[in-house]
């Protein structure tokens, strides 16, 4: 009895030297799990700088909160993804998780968010049904579906009649090639091939080979942000960029990471995605001068990804009042809307998606830099594979 006074003493005494331990009450962990070596390296860096720059910009403390911000590279190996989301959640005790670069990594991290009720977001990965692997999953970055559909209406509405496609071979190629076919042939289109490269090492020259025989009106490409580039010097060594098939993609394969790069075989290339550096908006001109300013490079739409899941994080935190129940901030972040350096946004409260323009865009020189540059814009887009959800 006696111990246990003096105990209860000692804790307020401490508490009021300010000794209480700051873990338990002042502090909000948040575990980022990217790749930050390895061939989608782009990926984390991109990323963490635009994670950290808005910690820079919205100051480290929120609700009465400081917000500690901890990066871990995965490597881009989803066994490495799992024991590193679990070292967050059960050592660090963390109260959100963030970040996953391709689709494998957060299929990897989903069974440890929903069993920790830790909110995840996901800033990058993009297959349609990673939603449906965590209540916990929020996601900031797209869907492939979300960016395809509009493509393909693109495509039918402007004169092309027989297509290709050409994929990465695993989750979000899968959904762009499905959802293309299925969106432009019921436009009146015809697909003549889907072709499947594989993710690790693509080698793309007997892919293009069929495609140079077959001379389809044009070619529909996903590869993962980071692959473009290699994409691009094959599509012109095999002279594709001569043989008047026109090539349409979603803006993964024109990555604003590694555009400027490409060289001038990439004008005219015609995408669809939801973000690019040159959208002209206040919100993206700050956001892109910044982040040249604290990065010396060009943000693509993996930083925006990035960005706008520590705003959701922040945002969350003042709506349940520095509360980090997982349940609650969950509840806080379903619905909330904002406008991005991308354009308005919504989290659907139905679906964890986000609902945001998506923009038709063309490679063109802007002030002696590749952009793309947007011409067309469809407002409001929801992931259409869970349409029937509603929110
Ligand atoms: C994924 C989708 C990855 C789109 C990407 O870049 C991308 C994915 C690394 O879901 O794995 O641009």
């Not at 297959?127 to 559909?149: D, G, H, K, M, Y």
């Not at 001569?242 to 990471?257: E, I, M, Q, Y």
């Not at 690019?276 to 700050?286: G, I, W």
């Not at 010396?296 to 930083?303: C, D, E, I, L």
């Amino acid at each position: 009895m006696l111990r246990r006074q003096f105990l209860a003493a000692a804790a307020v005494a401490a508490a009021l030297a300010g000794g209480l331990p700051a873990q338990a009450q002042q502090v909000a962990k948040v575990g980022l799990v990217l790749p930050m070596t390895g061939p989608f390296a782009s990926t984390g860096r991109q990323i963490e700088a635009a994670a950290r720059l808005y910690i820079a910009q919205h100051g480290d403390t929120v609700a009465g909160r400081k917000i500690e911000l901890l990066v871990r590279d995965d490597t881009g190996t989803p066994d490495v993804t799992r024991r590193l989301t679990q070292e967050l959640v059960v050592n660090e005790k963390v109260s959100f998780l963030g970040g996953f670069g391709l689709t494998p990594l957060a299929y990897a991290a989903a069974p440890i968010a929903t069993q920790g009720k830790v909110p995840a977001i996901v800033m990058a990965a993009a297959t349609s049904a990673i939603t449906e692997q965590s209540p916990f999953f929020v996601r900031t970055s797209f869907t492939l579906p979300q960016a395809t559909v509009v493509m393909a209406d693109w495509a039918a509405k402007n004169g092309v009649k027989k297509m290709m496609s050409l994929v990465s071979d695993y989750g979000p190629g899968i959904d762009a090639e499905k959802s293309f076919k299925d969106r432009f042939t019921a436009a009146g289109g015809e697909s003549v091939g889907e072709l499947r490269v594989p993710l690790r090492n693509p080698d793309f020259a007997p892919f293009l080979q069929r495609v140079v025989d077959a001379k389809p009106d044009a070619l529909f490409v996903f590869v993962p942000s980071g692959v473009g580039a290699q994409f691009m010097k094959q599509f012109v060594e095999r002279g594709l960029d001569k043989s008047g098939v026109k090539l349409l993609a979603t803006g993964d394969v024109t990555d604003d990471d590694i555009l400027n790069d490409m060289g001038d075989a990439a004008l005219g290339v015609i995408t669809s995605h939801h973000y690019a550096a040159a959208h002209q908006s206040p919100e993206n001109k700050a956001f892109v001068d910044a982040f040249r300013k604290a990065s010396n490079a060009r943000p693509n739409f993996m930083a925006v990804g990035g960005w706008d899941g520590m705003h959701v994080i922040y945002e969350a935190l003042k709506k349940t009042g520095g509360s980090t129940d997982g349940t609650a901030l969950l509840d806080a972040m379903k619905g909330m809307s904002w406008t991005s350096p991308r354009g308005p946004v919504q989290i659907d409260a139905a679906t964890r998606e986000m609902v945001q323009n998506i923009y038709i865009r063309k490679v063109e020189k802007v002030e002696d830099e590749l952009h793309n540059v947007e011409f067309a814009t469809f407002e409001a887009v929801k992931d259409p594979t869970k349409a029937a959800k509603g929110g």
